[in-house]
């Protein structure tokens, strides 16, 4: 192998290898890479993590228990009785579940062992061991009745979720439209740079043609002052480009999250590709709307779930409660004893009671439910103000894309006539028969024709990608 090939293979092997990247392989990348992005959804999740949480009143909740007592006082229980000092140990268990329908059942076993010192009155108290196994339960009959209070309570965290999702979906979409408005930034600047050189070429063609006139005696010196004149203006021209290249790739590159070291991937993308704005939102079928007017509708409903659980939280309640627990007693035995008597039903105790709770309407409490129902008239209103305001929004969206297509449609046309133009006035300034001035007049309307047009093409992709920033919303 020559010396040459092996110098030109390490190099290439020492250059940050490029890869290609369309727009959607870019925004894919974008959201693996951004971390802006990887928070949003990192928060998303919280919200349907912190949505599963707000049931940790109906999680089973388990206790145990064990104790010791030491116990001189000339005031203890059984002091009274005689005794000197009393020495006890305590075992306690309970299982606590409250359901969605509003029932709360608790099961709890309870076993001690106590020896009394001294001279008792009954020696019976001397050495004993009691137990006791009970269940409870409760149930609202009015406020919570059924489990109204913890549907309410599910329908409003649904609605409030799905609103706080929603948001940092939109937040989401809003950085994707960013970064889509730097890529295509990046592709128009591409270009801006290749019509520069171009447009370059062509002024130094003519310059040389001029020049060659000149030398002939043909054209006078102030045309060639002209035409590198032309050249000069194009070199500041091609000069501006590539740095307005340089701050759109560095854009790029912060989407990327790239660092100078990394290679820049080489950005391809059709400029000339036309997408209908309905491809670009969520949904199929319904009704379409501004994602924040969609997510105000969901916040107008959370509110009105308050409003309802605000005024249940002051209702009367009428509580159906019961109880009924198992007792032994076992004189000169020990704890386990006691434990092993738990299922003893001789010696039950059982209670049922019913009570009722009710608030009375002061300012206070009125106060508190007229705040709720307010907050979420406030939220109705200003939800049917966006859906307003979204409604306007897209039909403006789609009005302006339209004429911004024929705007498009006009600038190519004027374009190509300007090429054209600019090309036949070059051939008969070749042939002596088109003076300076009209060739460079060509040349700048020419140039400026091709920018104008990239420039709206440009601006038309960034308005296809403002269609993220609306959904599709099933008519009811």
């Known amino acids: ?20 990247m369309n727009l959607q392989e870019y925004l894919k990348t974008v959201e693996s890479k951004h971390k802006g992005l990887q928070s949003y959804q990192s928060s998303q999740e919280a919200a349907l993590d912190r949505r599963e949480a707000a049931d940790i009143e109906l999680v089973p909740q388990l206790t145990a228990g064990v104790g010791y007592l030491s116990d ?25 579940k409250k359901f969605s329908s509003g029932t709360a059942v608790s099961v709890t076993a309870t076993a001690s062992e106590v020896e009394n010192e001294g001279a008792l009155l009954n020696p019976m108290f001397a050495k004993f061991s009691y137990g006791s196994l009970g269940l409870s339960l409760s149930q609202s009959l009015w406020r919570d009745a059924f489990g109204r209070a913890t549907r309410l309570r599910w329908q409003r965290q649904d609605a409030a979720t799905e609103a706080e999702v929603g948001k940092y979906d939109l937040q989401k979409k809003a950085l994707l439209v960013e970064a889509e408005a730097a890529y295509w930034d990046y592709i128009y600047q591409s270009e801006n740079l290749k019509i520069g050189r171009a447009s370059l070429e062509r002024a130094k ?13 043909i054209s006078d010196r ?26 759109a790739k560095r854009k790029i590159r912060d989407f990327l999250e790239l660092t100078d070291a990394e290679a820049f991937p080489e950005i391809s993308g059709d400029i000339n590709q036309k997408r209908p704005l309905t491809s670009m939102v969520d949904g199929k079928d319904g009704r379409v709307v501004a994602l924040d007017a969609y997510l105000a509708s969901l916040n107008a409903k959370a509110m009105a779930l308050v409003a309802r659980e605000t005024e249940d939280a002051y209702r009367p309640d009428l509580v159906l409660s019961g109880s009924y627990a198992t007792n032994n007693f076992q004189p000169d035995k020990s704890i386990s004893d006691a434990t092993s008597k738990w299922t003893d039903t001789n010696l039950p105790t059982w209670k049922a009671g019913l ?92 140039e400026e024709a091709q920018l104008a047009l990239t420039k709206l093409k440009s601006e038309q992709r960034k308005m296809e990608a403002q269609g993220r920033l609306f959904v599709v919303v099933e008519e009811k």
């Open 72 to 96: 001189k006082s000339p005031l203890g229980q059984f002091a009274q009785l005689g005794g000197t000092q009393t020495t006890a140990k305590d075992l306690r268990l309970g299982l606590g």
């Open 222 to 247: 102030a045309d060639l002052l002209s035409t590198q004149a032309l050249v000069a203006s194009r070199q500041l021209t091609l000069v501006s480009a590539e740095d307005d290249l340089a701050a």
């Open 205 to 217: 063609r003519i310059e040389n043609w001029t020049r060659r006139r000149v030398n002939d005696g």
């Open 1 to 20: 192998m020559k010396k040459g090939a092996v110098v030109g293979l390490l190099l290439w092997m020492w250059q940050p290898q490029t890869f290609a």
């Open 355 to 446: 009570n009722f709770v009710y608030l009375f309407d002061t300012d206070v409490k009125s106060s508190a439910q007229g705040a709720a129902r307010k907050d979420a008239l406030a939220a109705k209103l200003q939800s049917e103000r966006r859906m307003i305001d979204s409604e306007s929004a897209w039909i403006e969206l789609n009005r302006r894309y339209v004429e911004m297509t024929k705007r498009v449609d006009s600038a190519t046309e004027i374009s190509s006539l300007q090429l054209q133009a600019a090309k036949a006035q070059a051939d008969l300034f070749n042939k002596g028969r088109s003076i300076t001035a009209n060739v460079i007049t060509a040349e700048q309307d020419a």
